[in-house]
């Protein structure tokens, strides 16, 4: 049974840095995709940052491009997101996601066919 656990979220003030974590289990984790998708407060889920399994490409959405860094420790089974700069419109329920392929946009339908979903690490950004 695959298992994406987040950690790490909490609040902080605007300008300031943070570091979220994805733990995985239950799947191969070097071959596959892990990503993050956050959902705002009354908003739609979209795409974050995604990182591939075999060949580390990595994608970012243009809203956090220049200021999150996605990694991941295959030795650790592990994805982080290293976040900067943080603004208040930052603040979203950030969810840990892997699938063979992570798609930079956010489809529902593609979504729960292909991928696995943490339950989600709240990041609250204060101005």
């Known amino acids: 049974q695959v298992r994406l656990v987040e950690s790490g979220g909490k609040t902080v003030p605007a300008g300031a840095s943070l570091r979220i974590s994805c733990l995985a289990s239950?799947?191969?984790?070097?071959?596959?995709?892990m990503g993050w998708f956050r959902q705002p407060p009354g908003k739609e889920r979209e795409f974050v940052a995604g990182i591939g399994g075999t060949d580390n490409t990595i994608n970012y959405a243009d809203s956090v491009k220049g200021r999150f860094v996605i990694s991941r420790d295959n030795a650790k089974d592990t994805v982080y997101l290293q976040m900067n700069s943080l603004r208040p419109e930052d603040t979203a329920v950030y969810f840990c996601?892997?699938?063979?392929?992570?798609?930079?946009?956010?489809?529902?339908?593609?979504?729960?066919?292909?991928?696995?979903w943490g339950q989600g690490t709240q990041v609250t950004v204060s101005s």
């Open positions: 996601v892997s699938g063979l392929v992570i798609r930079p946009i956010y489809d529902p339908t593609y979504s729960d066919r292909f991928y696995y």
């Open positions: 239950g799947l191969p984790f070097s071959s596959y995709s």
